[in-house]
Structure formats: C-alpha cells, structure tokens
C-alpha cells in the first residue's frame, strides 16, 4: 500500500470517525430525552414508518452514487445528468410511497399510521438532490467536509425532534426528525461542496454508470430491508408497544454499528478501488482497515454490554413504564454489533472490484437468513421471549456469513484469514480486559444501583479506549505491513 493510499485510508477514519462518534453520541443523548415524552406505543408506530422510509430511500439514485465513485473519469455532463435523473426517480419514489401509505397502514392495523409516510415522502428528493455533491466529495477524498456535513444534519435533526418531543408532537417528533435530516443534509452539502446542475439532460450519457448502479441499488436495498426487516416483522407480529423495547436496544447496540458501517464504505472504496488490481496493497489496506474498525467498535460494543442493566433500570417512558425488559436483547445485540461491522467490510470491497452483484448477494442471503429466524420467532414466541429470540438470530447469523467472507477472500484474492489478525489482538485483549476488571468490581461491590453500575461501564469504556490510543500513539501510525 502505498503512502498516499496510507494517507487517505487515516484520514477517513480519522475524519469520518470521528464524526460518526460525534453524531452517535448527539443521537443517542437525545433519544433519551425523547422516550421521556412518548409513549412506547408512539415510538413502535414511529419505527415502523421510519423503518419502510429507510427502505424506500435505498431506491434513491438507483445506485449511481456508487457507480460515479467508483468511475475512472465523469465529464461534466454526466454529472448534470445524474444530478436530474437522481433527483427525478428520488421524487417518483416520493410519490409512490404516498400511494403505498393506506395500504401499508391497512396491513399494521393502524389507519393513522398512513399521515406519517407525507414526511418520509417529502425526504426521497432531498436526499436525492445532496447524492452527487456527497458523491463528489467522496470520489475527490473530501473526507474532512464530508464529516462536517454529516454532523451537522445529525445535530440539526436531533434538536428539531426535542423540540417536537417536548412540545408534545408524539409520533411525529420521530418521524419529522427523520424526515428534517434529509434537509439539513442538503444544505450542509450545498455548503461544503455547492453544486448546480446545469439544464441539460443527456440519458445515454450515463447509461454505463446506471447500468453499473443498478446492480450496486440491488446490494444497497437489501442492506436497508435487512437492516429494518426486524422492526417490521416484529410490529406485525408483537405490535408497537414490544417493537419499541426491542428498538430501544437495538438503537443503543446496533446504531454505532451501522454509523460504522457507513463509515466504512465512504473510506475505503474509494481507496480500495485504487488497490483493487494489486493483491498485496490490497491485503495492506484490508488488513489495517480490520485492525482499525476492532479498535474503534470492540471496547464500545463492550461497554454497551455492561451497560445493558444498569441503562435500561433507569429509562421509562412518558406513563413510567420501564424499558428493563430491553436488557438481554441489548446485550445479544452488542456482540452482534462488533461482528456485523467486520463483515460490512466486504461490501466496500466487492465494489470497488466491480462485482456489486456479490455484493447483492451476501446482502440477500443475511436477509433470508434473519427473515427465516424472526419468522420463526413470531410463530413460536410470545412478545417478552421472541424479543429476546430475534435478538439471539442476529448473533448467530454473522458467524455463519464471516465464514463464507473468509473463504470468499481466498478464492477471489488469495487472502487468508490469518493475515488479516494481527490488528485484531490489542482491541480484543482491551475487551477481555474490561469485562474482566468490570465483573470483579461488581462481584466485590455487590448489589450495584443503577446508577452506579453505569458509571463503572462508562469509565471501563474510557479506560479501553485510552489503553488503545496509547497503544497507537507507541506503535506507528502507519498500517501494519503484511507478509
């Protein structure tokens, strides 16, 4: 790997890492204070309309975000052409969505669930409109902008759902929190990167790129229904109440997974499409990129685990109901967490070698996986055990799928497993470290209060981190070669 794709790779996670602590860090403080005005009830009817957003907006540029970052070279025209064609389908989707609203509400037994998809519909050309800047800073490596745009939409749609939340607004303080962020995303984009397409409108123009997007769209849609297939499911079979328990969890454990992930495609396909034709720069950057996201996920999904109790004891909702009962899934889905965030690896990968088909594929054998476990769990289970199950489905799917990822790795690359480990022992050895420490305070203390037990989670956590950073700081900045 050579020094500037070195330099590039660093500068990602430095950049997008640290906007991505940043903006989980503003979402999950305000998400506390936010389930202090709702109800369980509103926040299961608000996941299931966001849920089904998310999933529509996969559909968003068809995947030519992915196609123009990874292209040798875009002329101008293409760009004002995809801005139009992205934006264009990005309302057409839009519209759709309304159209689908009575039908889906009908399905979920909630007739006033349908006036929640208008803000999930206003959002599909907002974001459509903000995908050729971002995909221009990205493809020019303008990780640093990038970082600042995504903190700032995250900041502006988190104070726009207090405001809601505490002026009374239930389900729509999620839901126009969600939708708000798409606009704020927009102007943070014509600010970090102003764009303005001209008026012209070539297709055939962009016809390789969209050919290419369309199989990038198939892996982008399957990613989003597995990422939100649970809280569809589960609200169908155990209804809103149940689903915001397990949303609760899931948040907590499985969002800074998915920021990661996030993450980790902005950084390195761009890099690894540079490298993708010479295995041993390919290796260097797969293997230091591994080594960074353990070190940045491993000690947080730890202190989560930990946490789990003592976080979960203290929150209610707006009528004091406890969210206790999210404890166990929180845990299962931590370990979860750090496992789905070395897998997501291979989406970016997949990519940049031009096989966004395996990519589809791995993303549409995890859904069937996880739509097989959560099916049998609603069949099988009452509301507080399947809960529970399907958090338990999650952690069994990711071995399963990273033993396939590491016999992908050598038939197409000749990598092997072991060359990716190195960067692996000082985070896991951290972990192995915190819940060893935590454990024995808390069998020495005994009956810990809530309060307490948090506390001694959050300073584990500070300490796994500290304990790495100076771990770096003795090492070397630059990615560990590999033989």
């Known amino acids: 790997m050579t020094d500037g794709h070195r330099e590039h790779l660093r500068r990602g996670f430095n950049w997008l890492g640290g906007a991505t602590i940043a903006a989980k860090v503003i979402d999950f403080s305000t998400i506390l204070i936010v389930l202090l005005f709702l109800t369980k009830a509103q926040v299961g009817t608000a996941s299931i309309v966001i849920s089904i957003a998310m999933v529509v907006e996969a559909f968003d540029g068809l995947g030519t975000s992915e196609a123009l970052i990874q292209a040798k070279s875009v002329s101008r025209l293409q760009l004002d052409t995809l801005f139009w064609f992205v934006t264009g389908a990005a309302a ?57 745009v995504n903190v700032f939409a995250t900041l502006a749609a988190a104070l726009t759902r207090i405001a809601l939340a505490v002026a009374g607004a239930g389900t729509w303080a999620l839901v126009v929190g969600f939708a708000a962020s798409g606009l704020y995303q927009l102007i943070g984009t014509a600010v970090a990167r102003p764009f303005w397409p001209g008026f ?42 149940p689903l915001a328990i397990y949303r609760v969890a899931f948040d907590v454990a499985m969002e800074p997974a998915i920021a990661v992930g996030t ?6 396909l761009p890099v690894f499409a540079r490298v993708a034709a010479f295995r041993d720069q390919l290796v ?66 997949m990519m940049a070698s ?21 099916v049998a769990a609603g069949v099988a289970f009452d509301p507080a055990t399947g809960i529970v199950a399907v958090s338990a489905v999650w952690l069994a799917v990711y071995p399963l799928l990273l033993v396939w990822g ?36 808390q069998r020495l203390v005994g009956n810990i209060p809530p309060t307490v037990g948090l506390a001694i989670a959050i300073a584990a956590t500070a300490l796994g981190y500290a304990g790495l950073f100076l771990t770096v700081r003795r090492s070397s900045e630059q990615p560990r070669a590999v033989s």
């Open 354 to 374: 031009g096989r966004p088909g395996s990519a589809a594929g791995l993303s549409a054998t995890a859904l069937l996986l996880l739509t097989a476990g959560i």
């Open 200 to 241: 012209r409108f070539r297709m055939a123009e962009i016809m390789p790129l969209v050919r290419f997007g369309l199989r990038a769209a198939s892996a982008n849609i399957f990613e989003q229904t597995f990422k939100n297939i649970d809280f569809l499911l589960i609200g169908w079979f155990w209804g809103a109440a």
């Open 406 to 441: 590491g016999f992908y790795l050598k038939r197409n690359w000749g990598i092997a497993v072991r060359e990716l480990a190195p960067g692996l022992i000082a985070p896991l050895g951290v972990v192995a470290a915190m819940l060893l420490g935590a454990t024995l305070m």
């Open 92 to 148: 057409v989707v839009g519209g759709l969505t309304l159209l689908a609203a009575p039908w889906i509400a009908a399905l979920y037994g909630a007739p006033g669930m349908a006036a929640y998809f208008i803000a999930a519909a206003v959002k599909q050309p907002l974001v459509g409109a903000a995908l050729i800047p971002l995909a221009i800073m990205n493809r020019d490596l303008q990780y640093e902008r990038i970082a600042m």
């Open 263 to 268: 993450l980790v495609n902005r950084t390195a």
């Open 284 to 349: 260097q950057s797969l293997a230091w990129s591994v080594g960074r996201l353990t070190a940045l996920v491993a000690p947080l999904a730890a202190g989560l685990f930990l946490a789990a109790g003592p976080l979960t004891a203290l929150l209610h909702d707006e009528q004091g109901n406890s969210y206790a009962a999210a404890a166990l899934p929180l845990k299962l889905l931590a370990a979860a967490a750090f496992l789905r965030v070395i897998l997501q690896l291979l989406t970016p990968l």
